[in-house]
Antibody, heavy 118, light 111 residues
């Protein structure tokens, strides 16, 4: 069974750094793109970026380029999303998701709620 | 780049049929597959339609998808509405630069 299991909720202060994770199981982690989706409170879904763990090829949506870093560790089948300096506007639910067929998402993680508040 | 526009909200009664539209701003709706995701409150999205009109196993046949080139839009139709269908619905497509282009989402109320 394919599963994407994300790390738990985080509460941080503005300016702090953060790295959240997404562990894949039940499939060949290296051979599927994994992406991150932001959902701000009461808002819709936004694609942030995507990585191919097999060779670490990473693409970012322009509005997120330079704001976050996506990485992956194939030895532990885990993808990461990190911030070097959080802002209050980063408060959101973040989902990892598996990219299938080059055009859709077939599996989603359960989401990681990030709250940034002074 | 293109955008996908959905109605912000819809409401309908149990047992009725509702159709959610998703209009592509530029480029042909038929040139890239459209998917639909259902997101119930407090849950991750799940796929209800993929490749314009295909249903994943486990999704009831009350859910159907279609595309209309004349209006450059995709539609998700839910028949025999149930209270459990109350959720947010997102259409999604893609292009060479953007693997996931989401519509703004439609809040469906079944009352």
């Amino acid at each position: 069974e394919v599963q994407l299991v994300q790390s738990g909720a985080e509460v941080k202060k503005p300016g702090e750094s953060l790295k959240i994770s997404c562990k894949g199981s039940g499939y060949s982690f290296s051979t599927y793109w994994i992406g991150w989706v932001r959902q701000m409170p009461g808002k819709g879904l936004e694609w942030m970026g995507i990585i191919y763990p097999g060779d670490s090829d990473t693409r970012y949506r322009p509005s997120f380029q330079g704001q976050v870093t996506i990485s992956a560790d194939t030895s532990i089948s885990t993808a990461y999303l990190q911030w070097s300096s959080l802002k209050a506007s980063d408060t959101a639910m973040y989902y990892c998701a598996r990219h299938y067929g080059g055009y859709m998402i077939d599996y989603w993680g359960q989401g990681t709620l990030v709250t940034v508040s002074s | 780049n293109f955008m996908l526009t959905q109605p912000h909200s819809l409401s309908e009664s149990p047992g009725k049929t509702v159709t959610i539209s998703c209009t592509r701003s530029s480029g042909s709706i038929a040139s890239n597959y459209v998917q639909w995701y259902q997101q119930r409150p407090g849950s991750s999205p799940t796929t209800v339609i993929y490749e314009d009109k295909q249903r994943p196993s486990g999704v009831p046949d009350r859910f159907s998808g279609s595309i209309d080139s004349s209006s450059n839009s995709a539609s998700l139709t839910i028949s025999g509405l149930k209270t459990e269908d109350e959720a947010d619905y997102y259409c999604q497509s893609y292009d060479d630069s953007n693997p996931w282009v989401f519509g703004g989402g439609t809040k469906l109320t079944v009352l």
